[in-house]
């Protein structure tokens, strides 16, 4: 297993994931992997507060959050977790939360909140998830996500034993594990979530209306 506070490379979203996830209704996903700022954080600012006033609906200012976002982390997130938590603690703190939630929305698209917690197994990074969601408003996935995180600590050095010694032995032993048992009610629940106002996604643009300062500049 790698140390504390280091990252293991997650699984990569194949043509059909992505096809899954840009089948959810009202919105596209962006390309959000991050690839990282340059050395001086500079960038091309794509949005501006007048913009988000002016969208006529939220399909299209999701596409402009989503745009900048990729703008200013470019594309691939990167196996090391710790370089994307010092590139988005450089951004305006409202896109730093919408960044944080990002691949949790993938994992309740395609997985679980199990497997989140093994493809994004850094301690760290679940911290700045389950602040994000705070941050955006999001409190009942934020309530969901804290319990989850609770209940996958007894299991949390198992999970990184396992993912990185073998896939395959993850896989076997998750299947039919109690980790799997703790972890399904509560999928289930955040994926109700889901189901209301665009999930998480419709966290970022109700954010971006209300507080569009945080996410300029």
Request: charged share 25%; aromatic share 10%.
């Amino acid at each position: 297993m790698t140390g504390r506070g280091d990252s293991i490379k997650s699984r990569p979203m194949d043509a059909g994931a992505l096809a899954t996830l840009l089948s959810k209704p009202d919105c596209a996903a962006p390309d959000l992997s991050y690839a990282g700022l340059s050395a001086a954080g500079r960038h091309k600012v794509l949005l501006r507060a007048e913009q988000i006033e002016a969208c006529p609906d939220n399909n299209a200012l999701f596409k402009l959050l989503a745009a900048e976002l990729t703008e200013r982390l470019g594309a691939g997130e990167g196996d090391d977790l710790d370089v994307f938590l010092t590139r988005i603690s450089q951004i305006p703190i409202g896109l730093r939360a919408m960044a944080a939630v990002y691949q949790l929305d993938v994992s309740l698209t395609l997985d679980d909140l199990g497997w989140h917690f093994a493809n994004w197994h850094h301690r760290g990074y679940c911290d700045a998830t389950l602040w994000a969601l705070g941050e955006l408003g999001a409190h009942d996935h934020a309530a969901i996500f804290a319990e989850a995180y609770r209940q996958v600590q007894p299991f949390w050095n198992e999970i990184g034993t396992r993912w990185t010694r073998d896939f395959e032995d993850f896989v076997e032993w998750y299947g039919d594990s109690e980790l799997d048992r703790l972890m399904r009610p509560l999928t289930e629940r955040m994926r109700g979530l889901q189901e209301i106002d665009n999930g998480l996604f419709g966290f970022w643009t109700s954010y971006a209306r209300k507080h569009p300062e945080r996410v300029c500049g």
